[in-house]
């Protein structure tokens, strides 16, 4: 069983900027995609970006693109989630998944939590206008 740990969230500033991390963990095979989740207060769970590991592609929901960069550092199997230009609808507990499916499902849903099979406890990021 895959273990997540992330880490970085906080208050901020709107404009300001906070980096996440994800130590992941306790795998034999190395998953094949990792994302980030966020989840608002009476909000549904999105998708917010995702990497295939192996090809290092990314996705990134139109909501964060140009602003939120992810990353993997595969020597200390961390998972990284750069967060510039914050807004306060940014405003979530973020949260760190790891998935096994093949690249062509992963293609299609990478922002759907049903396809990711291991999660983090989450780490919380408030944006104050």
């Known amino acids: 069983q895959v273990q997540l740990v992330e880490s970085g969230g906080g208050s901020v500033q709107a404009g300001g900027s906070l980096r996440l991390s994800c130590a992941v963990s306790?795998?034999?095979?190395?998953?094949?995609?990792l994302g980030w989740f966020r989840q608002g207060p009476g909000k549904e769970r999105e998708g917010v970006a995702s990497v295939y590991t192996g090809a290092g592609s990314t996705y990134y929901a139109d909501s964060v693109k140009g602003r939120f960069t992810i990353s993997q550092d595969n020597a200390k199997n961390t998972l990284f989630l750069q967060m510039n230009s914050l807004k306060p609808e940014d405003t979530a507990m973020y949260y760190c998944?790891?998935?096994?499916?093949?690249?062509?499902?992963?293609?299609?849903?990478?922002?759907?939590?049903?396809?990711?099979?291991?999660w983090g406890q989450g780490t919380q990021v408030t944006v104050s206008s």
């Open positions: 998944a790891a998935g096994d499916v093949p690249r062509s499902i992963w293609t299609v849903y990478w922002a759907s939590h049903e396809w990711y099979n291991s």
């Open positions: 306790g795998y034999t095979y190395s998953p094949r995609c």
